[in-house]
């Protein structure tokens, strides 16, 4: 700690941070730009002066910039010294010469960082006379919208777009104060991170175009805490809704999962929510459904569930509350996983390593502190985005041997003093990855080479561990190589998944992880609650296909699950053919609505608290953003919680909220212990008061609803959580699970979130959302044989892998139209001799059998892929060829 004055004042403060983090943490306002706590600085807006003094005797000081000086034992310096404050006023003013006075129809009005600053520094009169410089603005895709004559110069676009995300195609041009930030010509921003634009800019430059849609002003929004629905690692969102409808999702700050940010998937892949294909009435079989109220719909389906002859299909994108009052309702017996047989054994073998306590899970933040990362049969970008960006952070540093007395936060500094001296990072996979621009070694291998490689690598470490079957010499060097650099890190990585649906990997990885003693084991999973499923223990789809083929059995109920995306359609349709009654509760039609012969609507994540637990096993709550108008549509834990009380004879009046679920989680199956602490209970309250999900200037709520009633409506009232549907309640800090949205006198844009924070960059007040429910044990006994057998391919036979598209393999972001428009069409990938051999071209139709059903797909030739493996893109519309399972594909001929 150091002891510093502001203003001779003495504080206690932490040393190697800068003055501008440290005065902000102390809760000093200090206007800046073109520092951010994530980036570091680079000194470019100079918007941050304040004076710093020699000693107590020093009357005079000097001018610099808070951001480019560290903090030091007996610093002095003063932020409301004369010179300073004019100094600030100065250059806010003249960074404000050639912005448009066009507050009052931008996107940013009210919420921009460039007003609050502009407020703070007293610049209140502009005295610029002359023609103001104007730009062209470009089209960068559907997500981002471009006002480039807004621009201040700070650089933080290019900073975060170019040197922390790795992004190409957007750059800074020209010079003096004519610099352009945007692309060499129109086109669509290709990182996956653009969204982040919309946040990271202090004024309107890049903004959310799917905001434009349907605008509106960002106070009047209603904004509930959510988690992203879109992959496993379980980011932090705030859900923002206005006239009943999700108009827009933002990153939510959480010091240990994503941070700042949020990938372009998790932003923009809302659509759904308001999509045409949204269940919005019930359907019995062979009845009116517009005759349907609540009780009758109730009554009916409660008649149809008889106990011992219903069973009930879970689903890993609903929340655990959803899938336990299922599994109450039916029993625990007749429970089932709604995945496939091959995916809940991967599921289980990564619990059994997660709780052997061989390695240590880590969350996001802490991938970033790797310093030698190894990839097993993962393309992060596509499978798990924002583990994606946290690796390249990690990379970026440098690695440990590398040694330098540079502070953390000079970036550009660093950035020049490591040059190309990146960590070790190490990828196997069967196609290129977008990060093997910074590996030190990219392999592009089959899934039983990459397997073997990892064992290879284990046995250099740990000679007690298997040794490898079937390497070539090449590979075994690689092996020895990747083995060695693992060894002389301090913080190793191992990351691997289920992209590829193979045990062997996840076993190798352990090995590996076993043989260091000191590693990380990072695991990505499909979807956002298929960790919180397979802690369930239930048995798989096929389990339940068999037990009714089997059995007497009269009802299945399916909870949130597109079965057809599980396995293949024959399957399916037997098994759907062998049910006399088909209960399906979702929030979207699909091919399994289709079969219902009851369906009952139920609202989405937006519509919804519940809870889900991500890939590390941090169990984390959403809430309810909007209220549907539907009285059908409300949660799926609700409906079958009520189904429950119908079928015990318990008063449906008798609510249960999400926290009482949880506890009975937690009592029915020790593997949730402690989960219920997620989430506070619903009579929660600070001073009295309910946490508002409506900031105070939220306007219009008379004036919304006048067409209905020009009298105020009564508010919705929200008994399941502590937070209102209203601007009323407490005003100052909520706990940080329940933070509906950033604000604080003075800081109306997101920059607001560090008077939320224990100290700049650091955790939230009270801690980060989530509590973690993996307790590792003593470790596992010995390692895991190389029992894996490969398969032998015949002449005409490839071994097909799925493979992950950040845009189109996942079941809901595809209703968004921009998303639906970067993702790919389906199609078949062949190494380019197997294709010369089958006398094939890129984009030849080609014809496969699979499972005897046939299918043509338009061919793409990729060089790097492997001999006698095919890849087929995951979860596609209008495609789905029993992925995510391994196939043989047989027969592959030219199609005619």
Known sequence: MATIYIDNKAYEVKEGKNLLETCLTLGFNLPYFCWHPAMGSVGACRQCAVKVFKDETDTRGRITMSCMESVSNELRLSISDADAVQFR?????????????????????????????????????RRFEYKKRTYQNQYLGPFINHEMNRCIQCYRCVRFYKDYAGGKDLDVFAAHNHVYFGRSEDGILQNEFSGNLAEVCPTGVFTDKTLKEHYTRKWDFTSAPSVCQHCSLGCNIIAAERYGELRQITSRYNGEVNGYFICDRGRFGYEFVNSPLRIKEAKLRDENSKDLNKKNLLNKTSALITPGKTIGIGSPRTSMESNFALRKLIGAENFYQGISEQEASLHKLILEVMNSGIAYIPSLKEVEEADAILVLGEDLHNSAPMLALAVRQAIQKGPSELKTSLPAWHSLALKEFIQQEHAPLFIANPLKTQLDELAQASLNLSPAEIIQLGYAIAHHIDSASPIEHLLSESLLKEAKAIAKALSKAKKPLIITGTSSMQEGLVKAAANIAKSLKTANLCFVEHECNSLGLAMMDAPPLEEAMKHVFLNDTDTVIILENDLYRRTSSGNVDRFFEACKEIIVIDHLHNKTTQKASVLIPTGTFAESDGTLINNEGRAQSFFQALNAKNELIQESWRWLNELFSLQKGISIKDRTSPHELLEEIAIAMPQFKGIAQAVLQSDFRINGQRIPREPHRYSGRTAMNAHDNVSEPKP??????PMSFT??????????????????????????????????????????????????????SSYYDNNFVPIELKDQEWLAIPVQHIYGSDELS???????????????????????????????????????????????????????????????????????????IKNLKKSR
Not at 863 to 872: F, G, S
Request: hydrophobic residues 35%; glycine residues 10%; negative net charge.
């Open 89 to 125: 006023a100065n250059i806010i003013e003249w960074l404000m010469t050639n912005h448009p006075h066009d507050c009052a129809v931008c996107d940013e009005g009210g919420s921009c960082h460039l007003q609050d600053m502009t407020v703070m520094t007293g610049h209140n009169y």
């Open 716 to 721: 919705a009232q929200d008994l399941d959580t």
């Open 727 to 780: 601007m009323e309640g407490y005003r100052g800090e909520p706990p940080s699970s329940i933070i509906p949205f950033y604000w604080s006198p003075g800081w109306n844009s997101v920059q607001s979130v560090n008077k939320f924070q224990i100290e700049i960059g650091g955790a939230l007040h009270g801690g980060d959302p989530g509590i973690r429910l993996i307790n590792n044990k003593e470790g596992m």
């Open 814 to 888: 595809i209703h968004t139209p921009g998303v639906t428009e970067r993702s790919p069409q389906p199609y078949i990938g062949l190494n380019k001799l197997d294709a010369e051999n089958l006398n094939l071209q890129d984009g030849s139709k080609v014809t496969f059998e699979t499972d005897g059903e046939e299918v043509t797909l338009p061919l793409r030739i990729i060089t790097e892929l492997p001999r006698k493996v095919a890849i087929l893109p995951h979860g596609l519309q209008d495609f789905n060829c029993h992925l995510p399972i391994i196939l043989r």
